[in-house]
């Protein structure tokens, strides 16, 4: 006979699923908030008590790509996260592949130190890193942003990457020197191959963190090289803040890496454990 739950166990069962729906919808209150505003009018968006009932439009996204060209600051927001997530990862899987499989009594010093850069606000080091853009004919350039935006996610990569080679069995290698495997042999079709996984929870990572990146946009660029967060930011003006204009292009700068966070989220949530210290 099927034994049924016991009764003591209904109510910490029921406050859980309680608290956890209460999180969920504080946690999706302001997105759900800004779709909202993103289809109404000026006036609607500044009604008190608010309006949840309405008539939308889409008035607003026509206005947000006639006044500041959508297209242009989305290209360059996928370029910069693209090519920033390529480079860091050229420089990443070489460094992590040898503080994984050649360990010196100062790799963990390191790994500590490039960890503890990502403690230091980057305000800090604004002026010095916007004075070698100046002087090097940079600002409002994709390549500085890219270089930027590398050099900012590059700790992360490498310790995400040098957690998912330590997952690689050393006798693997061992073998594949036995064989004759030249380093560069074994880098290539032997490690790449068992940290595939690894690599694209490291790439999805930092393309994210990339495209999100609105500190550095905001101050190294303007309107030739800006990104999606230059745009919102360009919707604050001495008269005020447009709520509905500024909810559309918020929701334009926001869907394409939403939709590509939600397809691939099993990949992000394994590359936010891989930097787990064990």
Known sequence: MQQTQAPSNFLPQLLRTAGAWIVALLLFFPLGWLFLTAFK???????????????????NFGEVQRRSDYLLYARNSLITSLG??????????????????????KTRDILMWMLSTKMMPAVGA???????????????????????????????????????????????????RMDGASLWTEFRHVVM?????????????????????????????????????TLIASYSSPEGLFWAKLSAASLMAIAPIVVFGWFSQKQLVQGLTFGAVK
């Open 126 to 176: 604004l002026v010095p890193i916007y004075v070698i853009a100046q002087t090097a004919g940079l600002l409002d350039s994709l390549t500085a942003l890219t270089i930027v935006f590398t050099l900012s996610n590059l700790p992360i990569m490498v310790w995400m990457l040098y957690s998912a080679f330590k997952d690689i069995p050393p006798e693997i290698l061992e073998a594949a």
């Open 193 to 229: 191959p068992l940290s595939v996984g690894g690599l694209a929870s490291t790439g999805l990572l930092c393309l994210v963190l990339s495209w999100n990146e609105a500190f550095w946009a905001l101050n190294l660029s303007s309107a030739k090289a800006g990104t999606l967060a």
């Open 41 to 59: 009018t000026e006036l609607q968006a500044i009604h008190v008590p608010p309006l949840f009932i309405f008539e939308p439009t889409l008035d």
């Open 84 to 105: 920033s997530t390529i480079l860091g990862l050229l420089i990443a899987a070489p460094a992590a592949y040898s503080m994984a499989f050649f360990r010196t009594k």
